[in-house]
C-alpha cells in the first residue's frame, strides 16, 4: 500500500541506492577532510573519487557471506576504487557512517513533509476566510452546546498545523547532526578536525558527544514529531467522520464520479480517506513508542534501535507524507451542506439559547442557582415534550417575573453568538 500511495520523491529518499549514495558521500566528504590534514595523498583522493561507485546488487551478493551491510558497501566501492581503496573509512565505525546517513535522509523527509504542511497551511486558511461566517453547531461531548461558525473549525486546524510546522522545525535541527567520532566516540584513530570538515561539507552539525551512536533522544524528538502530526491529521479526519454521519450530514468527503461505496448497498457514500486517516495515524504514534524505547541503549551503543528504525523511521515520514495529501485533497475538495447544518440547529427546540436564558435572569437580580432551576426546568420540559424553550419560558411564571417577552425574544438571537468572530480571526491574522 504505502508504494502505490507514496510520492517518487519520498519513495526515493528511502530507497537503497539513495541509502548507499548518502554513504559513499559520507566516505568521500570523509577523504576530502583526510587529504586537507595530509593524511591522503592529494592523486590518491583524486582517484577515489572519480573511481567511487558500488553495485546495490553487488552489496546485497557480499552481505550474504559476511553479514554487514557497511562492510558489503566498502567491499564493492573497493572493487571499484582499487589500491587506493586502504584510504577509505579510515578511523570510522559503522555507525559514523550509519548515523550520519541517517540524519541526512531525515533531514530530506522533513523538508518534504513541510512542504507538504505548507500545502495543506494554505488550504486550511482558505477554508477558514470563506467560512469564517457559516453557522453550524458546535457540540460538547457529542451534544448541541451553541452555534459557532465552521471558519472557525478550519481555523483551529491551521493554527495547529502551524505548531506542527514549528514543531518539525525543531526537530529537523534537533536530527541535523553527523558523528565522525570513531569507537565509542573517543577519536581514538581520527583527528577531531575531520569530524568538523566532514560535517561542514555536509551541512551538519557536529554532535558535541557521541558513545558510538547519535543519541536517539533527537529521534526520539523527530519521531514524536511525526506522531503529533499524524494526532492532527486524525484529528481533523475524525471530525468529519462525525458530521458526515446520516444523523447529522454536515459535511462530505469528496466522492468522485464512477466511485462506489459498498458491494452490497450501492447508495453508500462512505468517508474512506478520513477512515483510512485515522488507522495510519495509530502506526505512526506506535512508531513514536519504538522511538522513545531506542533511546535507552547497552553501554556506549548496541544495535537493539537499528532492526527498528529500518521500519518505523521510513513507515512513520512515508505514512505523514501520504496522510498530508490525502487530508489535503480531502479539505479542499470538501462538500459543505449549509442548509442541514442550519437545520440541525433548529432540532434542540432552543435548547442551546439556555445559557443566555440563565445570565439574562441574573442580570435582573436572581442568583444563579435560582436562575438554573428556571432554565433547566423549562429545558427538560422542551425536551420531554419536543416544545421550543422559548415558547416554554414565555410561558413560565418564574421566568416571566424577571423578564419581558422581548427580553426572551433577545435571548434567542442567534447573531448574538457569533459577535466575536470576527475579532477571534483578527487576533488569529485572518
Not at 433548529?346 to 432554565?375: C, H, M, N, P
Request: hydrophobic fraction near 40%.
Amino acid at each position: 500500500m504505502i508504494d502505490r500511495y507514496t510520492l517518487p520523491k519520498m519513495r526515493e529518499i528511502w530507497s537503497e541506492k539513495h541509502k548507499f549514495n548518502t554513504w559513499l558521500q559520507i566516505e568521500l566528504a570523509v577523504c576530502e577532510a583526510w587529504t586537507k590534514l595530509g593524511k591522503i595523498p592529494v592523486g590518491a583522493f583524486k582517484k577515489i573519487k572519480s573511481k567511487a561507485n558500488f553495485s546495490v546488487a553487488r552489496i546485497n551478493e557480499i552481505e550474504k557471506t559476511v553479514d554487514h551491510d557497511v562492510i558489503s558497501f566498502l567491499t564493492s566501492v573497493a572493487e571499484n576504487v582499487g589500491p587506493e581503496s586502504r584510504y577509505i573509512h579510515v578511523g570510522l565505525t559503522s555507525s559514523d557512517v550509519g548515523d550520519t546517513a541517517l540524519s541526512l535522509i531525515l533531514r530530506d523527509a522533513a523538508d518534504v513533509i513541510t512542504q507538504d504542511v505548507d500545502d495543506f497551511i494554505k488550504i486550511l486558511k482558505k477554508m477558514a476566510q470563506k467560512y469564517r461566517g457559516m453557522v453550524i453547531m458546535g457540540r460538547s461531548h457529542g451534544v448541541h452546546a451553541e452555534p459557532m461558525t465552521l471558519g472557525l473549525k478550519f481555523a483551529l486546524w491551521l493554527k495547529e498545523m502551524e505548531r506542527n510546522k514549528e514543531r518539525l522545525s525543531q526537530a529537523r535541527k534537533m536530527i541535523n547532526v553527523g558523528q565522525i567520532s570513531g569507537a565509542v566516540g573517543t577519536y581514538s584513530n581520527l583527528d577531531p578536525r575531520v569530524e568538523e570538515l566532514t560535517c561542514k561539507k555536509l551541512g551538519l552539525e557536529a554532535a558535541p558527544l557521541s558513545s558510538q551512536v547519535i543519541q536517539r533522544d533527537r529521534h526520539a524528538e523527530y519521531m514524536t514529531a511525526m506522531a503529533i502530526i499524524a494526532a492532527t491529521l486524525e484529528k481533523i479526519a475524525l471530525e468529519i467522520r462525525g458530521l458526515q454521519k446520516t444523523e447529522i450530514g454536515e459535511v462530505e468527503e469528496p466522492f468522485k464520479k464512477g466511485q462506489k461505496g459498498s458491494s452490497a448497498m450501492p447508495h453508500k457514500k462512505n468517508p474512506i480517506v478520513c477512515e483510512r486517516v485515522c488507522g495510519l495515524a495509530r502506526i505512526v504514534r506506535a512508531n513514536a513508542m519504538v522511538a522513545l524505547e531506542n533511546v535507552a541503549l547497552w553501554h556506549e551503543r548496541d544495535i537493539s534501535h537499528s532492526s527498528t528504525e529500518r521500519i518505523t523511521m521510513p513507515d512513520s515520514t512515508i505514512l505523514v507524507d501520504y496522510m498530508l495529501h490525502k487530508m489535503a485533497y480531502v479539505i479542499d475538495n470538501l462538500v459543505i451542506f449549509p442548509n442541514q447544518m442550519l437545520k440541525n440547529i433548529e432540532r434542540s427546540q432552543g435548547l442551546i439559547f439556555s445559557q443566555r436564558v440563565l445570565l439574562a435572569l441574573t442580570d435582573k437580580g436572581l442568583s444563579r442557582e435560582a436562575a438554573y432551576q428556571i432554565v433547566q426546568a423549562a429545558a427538560m420540559k422542551a425536551r420531554s415534550s419536543g416544545r421550543h424553550l422559548k415558547d416554554l419560558l414565555l410561558e413560565d411564571k418564574a421566568a416571566r417575573q424577571s423578564l419581558s417577552p422581548k427580553e426572551i425574544e433577545q435571548a434567542f438571537d442567534l447573531k448574538f453568538y457569533l459577535r466575536n468572530v470576527d475579532f477571534i480571526f483578527k487576533r488569529l491574522g485572518l
